[in-house]
């Protein structure tokens, strides 16, 4: 695993609390792998997002705000895209 990229823990669930909703990804999971049912429903840990999807993420919000714009007829100023991502 790349050291920049560490899982993000959440909190741990409780059987009873799993027991009451189940979806057919919970069941697929639990069916391909046990190990990895319990690291992601039980325990709570949750992979991280990748590179790609922060920088694809980054480049629809940029052109959603361009767009926006210019279809108020409004100039898009650089200052207000950079508040955006502080």
């Not at 590179?51 to 210019?70: I, K, N």
Request: hydrophobic share 40%.
């Amino acid at each position: 695993m790349n050291a920049a990229i560490q899982p993000v823990p959440t909190q741990p669930r409780s059987i009873a609390d799993l027991v009451t909703s189940v979806s057919a990804s919970r069941l697929s999971t639990w069916q391909r792998c046990r190990l990895q049912f319990h690291f992601r429903y039980v325990k709570g840990i949750k992979k991280p997002s990748s590179p790609a999807l922060h920088v694809g993420s980054t480049v629809h919000t940029v052109l959603q705000q361009w767009y926006l714009a210019r279809w108020r007829k409004a100039f898009l100023e650089p200052e207000a895209l950079k508040e955006m991502f502080l």
